[in-house]
Structures are given as C-alpha cells and as structure tokens.
C-alpha cells in the first residue's frame, strides 16, 4: 500500500503516549540519542544540479582565504586574520548602504534613505562589538607574528577610507596611500569628487524651502565638511518652530511625497549654548546621531527623521545613538 509521508495509516494503531518520566531517567547520552532529529523526507540532498547553501556562499573560496604568513605557525594569527577579514566585509555592506541613502535622498525617496542609514547603525554596533573577540590576544601573542606582516596595517584600508570620504570626512592626501592600486585609486577619487551623504541633506533641506546658504551647497566637495552658522540657524529655526517657541525664518513647503516637515529633533530653544556647541560638533548634543567614523555632520539622521515628509512612519525607526 502506498503511503504518503505525513499522513496517519488509519490502519496502524497509534502511537503509544511518550513516557516522559522514562525519558528523566535516562542517561544524558541515551536521551540525546532518543532526541536525535532525523534527516526528514523532501529535504534536498542531490546538489549536482541545484544550488547549494555553500556554493551560493561561495564559502570554498571564502574559507580558503586565509593565510597565514608566521614561522612557526602560531595558533592566534588566525584570529587576527578572520577579525579583520569579517571588518571588510561589513565595511563593504556599509558602503552599500550609503551609496543607496545618497542616491535616494538625492531622489527626494527619505523613507528608504532612513532605512538605510537604520542599517548602517547597526554595522556599525556589530563592528564595535566584535573588537571584543580580538581583546583576548594579549600583546605577547601578538608580537609572535607581528614582524610577519611586514609593512601592512589597518590604516590602509580603502574601504574604510571610502566610508569616511562617503560620509564627508574626506582628505586628498590619502590617496596616495592608494596609489599601487590603480582600481582602488581610481573609485576613492571618485568618492573624493562626489558630494557626500551630507552633502545631498543639505541640498534636500533647501529643496525643502529651507533657507540653507548657497555657499554651503556650491562648495568645494572635496574638502571636509566644515560647519558653517547658516546651516546652524537653519536646524535651530526649525526647532523653534516645532516648540512653538517662535517665529522661524524657514519656510518649508508641503513635500510632493505627502506631508509638511515638523521641526528637527535638535536642542531645545532654552537651552542658550545649543547653537554654539551644534557648530562645534559637539555630539552630546547631537546624541550620535550619524553612523560616522569622526565625520562631523552628525545630525543627519535625526535631522532627516524629524524634518522629512512622513517621519516617524519608516520602518524600524532609528536607533538612538
């Protein structure tokens, strides 16, 4: 008789209820063995023609990617090897994630653009967290192998560069660094030549009808993002106006993606010495708002989350730095 897989033989008797104070009594090897999951009916097993968990992966060349350069082998250059290795490639998820907030920002879409930026925040928190697995090398250790790497050092990492420049800490002179690798070279310049994240905010905001200074958004987008008071007066008019506390100088019109702009979630009016410490960059202030390493425009995603069309509705919301 044909059985089908998951369907009772109304023909067999039942199965006898589980005696689960047998199952107590038994010895944690033989209770092991009774709960055992067995390889189930339908699962794929022939991969000669399907794709795989690992070649989709492709974990053959990922997992071979690892050499180990000390003589003698020394079993901690390993853990040195795969902590960095991990760090590129949430580096390389990073720059995915701000080159498509950029392009969506610039497209007046901020709902994604939040997404986004909610994302790299959480890199981010995983980068930092990780460190900790590399606190258990002690210098001892790591000076068995150090002399092995030779001139080579996390400074020269271009993804790391490309996330700053992305962001709009950008410096000229690190692309010398780069020069031995014309490909790299070549999409850091580019980078250097492009507006930043930043960059595309501020232009966002005066689309807006926000009086950002046409100084700040013809500048030199090469250069560091350096504060400016207009762009200061902006985010602080604003407030203002979301407090009640004032008349704005601002005028933001109704966005053609439904809905005003409330005010930024920035200092309160009453505190006097916001202004002063929102151009310095003080990021007490701005509660860490930006997923930047020493990047200084870091109310972007605050400022993005309080001023946009819709805000507050985005998936997942930001997390608070």
């Known amino acids: 008789m044909c059985h089908t897989p998951g369907v009772s033989d109304p023909a067999q008797p039942p199965a006898p209820p ?23 009916d339908g699962i794929e097993q022939d991969f000669r023609r399907n794709l795989s968990y690992g070649e989709y ?17 020394r079993h901690d250059e390993l853990l040195f ?4 290795q991990t760090s590129e490639l949430w580096l390389k998820l990073m720059l995915h994630e701000l080159t498509s907030a950029r392009e969506l920002v610039r497209s007046d879409d901020l709902q994604p653009a939040l997404k986004r930026i909610a994302r790299v925040k959480h890199i981010q928190h995983t980068l930092t967290e990780q460190w900790s697995v590399l606190a258990t090398l002690t210098p001892s250790e790591y000076a068995l192998f150090r002399s092995f790497l030779a001139t080579g050092s996390g ?3 271009w ?14 002179d690190m692309l010398r660094v780069f020069a031995h690798d014309p490909e790299v070279h070549a999409e850091l310049d580019r980078l250097l030549h492009e507006p930043s994240l930043y960059d595309e905010v501020l232009r966002w905001l005066a689309r807006q009808g926000h009086p950002v200074p046409a100084e700040v958004l013809d500048r030199d987008v090469t250069a560091p993002y350096e504060s400016h008071e ?14 009640g506390t004032g008349s704005s100088t601002t005028s933001p019109r109704t966005s053609g993606r439904g809905g005003q702009l409330p005010g930024m979630a920035l200092p309160s009016p009453q505190d006097r010495g916001a202004d002063h410490r929102l151009q310095a960059g003080d990021r007490r202030v701005l509660r860490g708002a930006l997923p ?3 990047a200084r425009p870091d109310v972007l995603p605050r400022a993005l989350r309080r001023a946009g069309p819709g805000a507050g509705r985005h998936a997942g919301g930001l997390p608070r730095g």
């Open 292 to 294: 930047a390493p020493r």
């Open 18 to 40: 589980r005696d689960r104070d047998r199952d107590r009594d038994l010895d944690p090897i033989a209770r092991h063995t009774r709960s055992r999951r067995e390889l189930e």
């Open 230 to 243: 207009g762009v200061v007066d902006v985010f602080a008019a604003s407030t203002r106006t979301r407090h």
């Open 57 to 73: 992966l492709d974990l053959h060349r990922v997992l071979s990617a690892q050499h180990p350069q000390a003589v003698p082998p």
């Open 155 to 157: 400074f020269q990492s």
């Open 81 to 84: 090897i795969i902590q960095h």
């Open 159 to 172: 993804q790391y560069r490309a996330v700053e420049f992305s962001l709009g800490n950008k410096n000229a």
